[in-house]
């Protein structure tokens, strides 16, 4: 029985993907990284194992539920190049399908709005790997609760009933937060 609800919800939502022309975004916030090396910069900065491991388990928790996103970017950090190669993996995405893009590291809202609005119409599930503060206060743009911090490894996914990425002034169809920690 738990088998067949799992194979209609997901042919729910394959439908769903192509009778609406949907967009799905997963903001990914990096994994928990290390402090302990002052000698290295920020940007250098290693994810620590227990970023690794709750990387893999909330990537999974998504792949579970949503299509394989078509392009992935990431931030030229160390800890979030790591975690997106981890999203990857687990969706198994060509290393083809992952840019690093040197606007989103220090970025701010108004940056990474424009990197999803520069996205091509082909592009129908995006994942963008980054920072807080700035993934949180996007997040808050559209999700219909105040999110206070979206946790290391943290997982918002927003859909728009959209056939493009110009999302600025739209409100999403559905929303989502998996995350370690609950703000």
Request: hydrophobic share 40%; glycine share 2%.
């Amino acid at each position: 029985m738990l088998t067949w609800l799992k194979a209609n919800e997901a042919i729910w939502l394959i439908w769903q993907a192509i009778y609406y022309n949907m967009k799905t975004l997963h903001l990914v916030r990096h994994g928990k990284s290390s402090w302990d090396l002052p000698e290295i910069s920020d940007i250098d900065r290693p994810l620590l194992p227990k970023g690794i491991t709750t990387n893999y388990e909330y990537a999974s928790i998504i792949k579970k539920k949503f299509q394989k996103p078509d392009l992935i970017l990431s931030s030229p950090a160390c800890r979030a190049v790591h975690t997106a190669l981890i999203v990857a993996r687990v969706f198994e995405i060509k290393a083809s399908q992952l840019i690093i893009n040197e606007k989103i590291y220090e970025s701010n809202v108004s940056t990474i709005l424009k990197i999803i609005e520069e996205t091509s119409e082909n592009i129908d599930s995006l994942v963008i790997v980054g920072h807080n503060p700035t993934f949180t206060e996007l997040a808050n743009l559209f999700f219909p609760i105040t999110i206070n911090n979206l946790a290391t490894s943290g997982i918002v996914t927003l859909q728009f009933d959209s056939k493009n990425w110009a999302i600025t002034n739209k409100t999403p169809i559905f929303t989502e937060i998996n995350s370690p920690k609950k703000d």
